[in-house]
């Protein structure tokens, strides 16, 4: 009898070994698994984001990718983002913004129903509007699978892009007399807008030239499927290769 008992609390103890073994491979494997899908979806919004404004065999004169319906564009929610560049490799025409349903120049991401999501390459978009498009289902494409991790977040902003004003006349990159500078401070428009924070009081001429330095950055947070407990909000920041120069 003794021995059957010493057995029992024996059994039981490796059991519960067992089991909290089981429970905590469970956890570490969706905690890899939320990690490994939040960074790889992170990865490819940065990389792809950096694009925008690419213009193929560039010329003197204005940039077609950063025009007022090309430019990139963040939704007034901060959870969508459309913009545009010169998409060689998937063919249509260099320095030409295509936007048929076989060539386009046109991308995106958003979030929408726990998932972020990528505008399907058939979206067929003339325009970076962000009204539309970030509210139709039809055109957008899962990044991230619903059946591992829940998305609960997705923020976009500009904070932190810069703008400079000038008469190309007259300045003088070391006198800032100049010129006018200015970094954005909050919210999601172009720094180069009048009504971006941050922006002057007195806002310069439309006649002057304005460039912008373009930062873009990104919140997302997701928890797993597996254990809703595990919830875990990663922070990314692109710097768009190329500036945008508005002439008047």
């Known amino acids: 009898m003794v021995g059957m008992v010493v057995s029992l609390i024996v059994l039981w103890g490796l059991s519960s070994v067992y089991l909290n073994f089981s429970r905590g491979s469970q956890i570490t494997t969706a905690a890899t698994q939320l990690n490994q899908d939040m960074r790889a979806v992170m990865d490819i919004m940065v990389n792809d984001i950096r694009r925008a404004g690419f213009w ?40 030409v913004v295509d936007s048929s349903a076989t060539f386009m120049d046109f991308f995106g991401f958003r979030l929408s129903g726990g998932a972020v999501q990528t505008l399907a390459p058939t979206a067929n978009l003339v325009s970076t509007s962000t009204g539309t498009p970030c509210g139709t289902d039809a055109v957008w494409e899962n990044l991230t699978d619903q059946r591992a991790i829940t998305v609960t977040a997705l923020t976009l902003d500009t904070i932190g892009s810069k703008c400079v004003s000038y008469l190309p006349a007259t300045y003088d990159q070391a006198d800032a007399t100049t010129f006018t500078a200015w970094t954005t401070t909050g919210g999601s428009l172009q720094a180069c807008s009048p009504a971006a924070l941050g922006a002057p009081v007195t806002y310069p001429a439309a006649s002057n030239t304005f460039v912008e330095t373009r930062k873009i950055n990104i919140t997302l947070t997701a928890q797993s499927k597996a254990d809703p407990s595990l919830v875990r909000t990663l922070n990314g920041t692109v710097l768009v290769r190329n500036n945008r120069v508005i002439t008047p």
């Open 56 to 95: 193929e065999n560039a010329t003197k004169g204005a940039n077609p990718f950063t025009t007022i319906t090309t430019n990139l564009e963040i939704s007034t929610s901060g959870n969508c983002i459309l913009y545009s560049y010169d998409a060689t490799f998937a063919g249509g025409t260099p320095g």
